[in-house]
């Protein structure tokens, strides 16, 4: 799958993120230590984040969600629940986020967007996750039980790759009907 596959679709970006250059990516890999997947780095090339639910269709549709296959039995989220994607970063915030929170996000993945709340996307980079998309949502905890700590992480599945998670993303006016 090409992100033209996408595009092909009636799939609009816009963004008034600065347009990015080869070399921005060349930076942004040096950093990671990674080769980013092709459908991403095309992604970046052609809008560079922006806000979904104001961005991603000339069709003011409310937003578009994305289902989250939790691990089964996790006792803490439903096993599959839809989250709203809101916002997908620009470059300048995936470096931020890398940054910041390197030390905490699961080994080999970078931070590439966010819903309203507290669960971001993730992209794996690394030999046994190349490409996929991931949930990662943090959820507070009691400082009594965990002193250590003012949440504790969660990884969820996605998709197989960026474009299958654009693809599959779901208008959330036809999910309320």
């Not at 996408?6 to 990674?34: C, M, W, Y």
């Not at 296959?69 to 439903?78: L, R, T, V």
């Not at 080994?107 to 990662?136: E, M, R």
């Not at 700590?149 to 474009?163: C, S």
Request: net charge negative; proline share 6%; charged share 20%.
């Amino acid at each position: 799958m090409k992100f033209q596959d996408v595009l092909d679709k009636g799939i609009t970006f816009s963004s008034d993120n600065r347009k990015l250059e080869p070399h921005d990516i060349a930076d942004l890999e040096t950093l990671i230590q990674a080769k980013l997947p092709t459908p991403y780095v095309d992604y970046l090339l052609h809008a560079n984040g922006g806000e979904i639910d104001c961005h991603f269709t000339p069709n003011d549709i409310d937003g578009y969600a994305s289902v989250i296959h939790w691990p089964k039995g996790n006792g803490m989220f439903d096993d599959e629940e839809y989250t709203i994607v809101q916002y997908l970063f620009d470059i300048d915030m995936a470096i931020y986020y890398y940054k910041e929170w390197k030390s905490h996000l699961p080994s080999n993945t970078i931070v590439i967007g966010t819903n309203p709340g507290t669960t971001f996307y993730l992209l794996g980079v690394g030999p046994d996750n190349y490409g996929k998309i991931f949930a990662w949502r943090l959820v507070p905890v009691n400082r009594m039980e965990h002193p250590d700590t003012a949440g504790l992480a969660y990884p969820g599945f996605i998709a197989d790759n960026f474009i299958e998670f654009l693809l599959t993303l779901q208008n959330i006016e036809v999910m309320e009907e």
